[in-house]
């Protein structure tokens, strides 16, 4: 049994991190009654944040490799306030590993050598063989800095200073990783996709496998999981910030994944007719080529004919939802008191669609804190692509800046830029506050909110950069919204150090009120 970590009821879930402070009675029965170590009875008088919320980093292992173990802790905690590392431990993805990302500048700390070509990802930590006995993914171990074990170097040093730490681990894979081959989603064409099918029973086995392995072997805090996958009907439509628009590319129709289609009375064939169905339709309107009664009238219709298109989306969805509640039962199963998070992507903020299909209250049922992306700078750039992008499909009739302020309105967004300005001058921290405020009164208590705050995530050349006034802001927004706490994102070797004092001087202060 480890020691160390509150329980989930012990944690303040109900209220509101301000309130829960200043409850004195119920912290005074926590006390005595949970496990609420880290909260010394010094801190509870003094009202210190850092022993009171989860204010955390996102790190990869390199940073530690390139400034020092120490030396990078010791920023973190006098600079940035940060009492909890949230350290990259499984990824083949750049946006939480590696340095500085390829063409943006370096911040003003660590080296200033491209990792373009070293950079491999993987398991930053050792790989346990007995945790992989049932997958063929079992050669992940990431090679670029040779046997370094990141968690085993980090864990004591944090520990030392009170500092809890947290495996951040993701969904994001390189093809030639053995066995990612077989466990490939299949598109619509049939063809062998770069993701993993999440009905293939091995990917099931390895992202189980890969948290017990974690919370068995090391003395850690707990588990952050990322997996910012979107589903068929998302992806062929374009409704997210990032993609290239490719209907065909519709997955997944593997073995697998007909299977579990069958299990909830979905015809497949159907599907598949309806994605191509979908397909053409898609095509047609990145060609501007107008259906007679408008486009989105005719990607109705073609929802109401083919219920199957929904249906096979929201199979996807359950396959990622089946995948978080084995990973929360598997760290809970080696202890209780490990805490689960799990990190609410981007596209939840910007698409009506995607918030529909699922609810925050849902997701608390099964985390212990829920990291809700709330990134105002790179959103307005992502913001307006996401508008873009819908806009050359489904919604093309609409003109571009009407369909965003249409948006918004759904979304509850205010006082945001127009559309032609909205890349250079970002979303605002009001944007933050919104965000926040909104997934803690979706939980209803039921778990934490820590909001991902944006610090230096790259933009195109002149899309808006974050400054610490930035930083200090939203940071600020955040608590201002109810924030349990907030995670500095998405990686440290991409923040600039005066971002992070910005950003601890609103944590510091928050705390004080
Ligand atoms: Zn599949």
Redesign the pocket.
Known sequence: MKKGHPSKNALPTANSRRNFLKNSAALATLATTGPLTGFSPLAMVEQKPASSGINGIQIGAVSFVDEGVDAVLDILQKRGSINTIFLTTFTYGRGLAGRQIPGQPFPDHGSKDSDEKTFHGGNYATVHREFYKNTILQNTRATEHGNLDIVAAVLPAAKKRGMKVFCSVEDQWRPDVPGVKECA??DLQGRKADTL????PDVRAFWKGLVNDLCSSYDIDGILFFNERNGPLLNALGASHFQQIDSSRA????E??QRAAKQQGINVERAKEGYQKLDQLVTASLRGERPSDGYYVEFQRLFLHYPEIIAWDRLFDLGKHEVLAEVYTAVKTVSKNLQVGFHIEHVNSFNPFFRAARSYEELATKADFLKVVAYNNCGGERYANFIKNIGSTIFRDVPPEELMRFNNYLLNYANEAPLSELATEGLSADYVFRETKRAIDGVKGKCLILPGIDLGIPTKANSRKGSPGDAYAATLAAFKGGAHGVILSRKYSEMDLADLDAAGRAIRESAKE
């Open positions: 989603e299949i099918c999440l009905f293939h997955t997944c129709f593997c697998h994944h």
